[in-house]
Nanobody
Framework: QVQLVESGGGLVQPGGSLRLSCVAS????????MGWYRQAPGKQRELVAS???????NYADSMKGRFTISRRSTQNTVYLQMNSLKPEDTAVYYC?????????WGQGTQVTVSA
């Protein structure tokens, strides 16, 4: 099993930045892939970015160039750096781990982009 704990959400003005953190309960190298998803009110959950155990990254088209996923293996932590935030980025952001053919989710952290 994998437990995931997210942090770093909050209220930010348009054009601002936030960094989300996700701490896993086991080595992230033992996890096939980790990622960030988001869900806005009335919308489906969507992929934001992901990173494999080998370090390959993938981004949703609308996040390319603005968001960066990274990791710190010594702390079993994956980050999502979000820059140039827009009101449409407002959502609950969830950390995901693909481990042993199962998906694990964190509790989510709210990001609100508003003036």
């Amino acid at each position: 099993q994998v437990q995931l704990v997210e942090s770093g959400g909050g209220l930010v003005q348009p054009g601002g930045s936030l960094r989300l953190s996700c701490v896993a309960s086991r080595s992230i190298f033992s996890i096939n892939a980790m990622g960030w998803y988001r869900q806005a009110p009335g919308k489906q959950r969507e992929l934001v970015a992901s990173i494999t155990s080998g370090g390959s990254t993938n981004y949703a088209d609308s996040m390319k160039g603005r968001f960066t996923i990274s990791r710190r293996s010594t702390q079993n932590t994956v980050y999502l750096q979000m820059n140039s935030l827009k009101p449409e980025d407002t959502a609950v952001y969830y950390c995901n781990a693909e481990f042993m053919l199962r998906d694990y989710w964190g509790q989510g952290t709210q990001v609100t982009v508003s003036a």
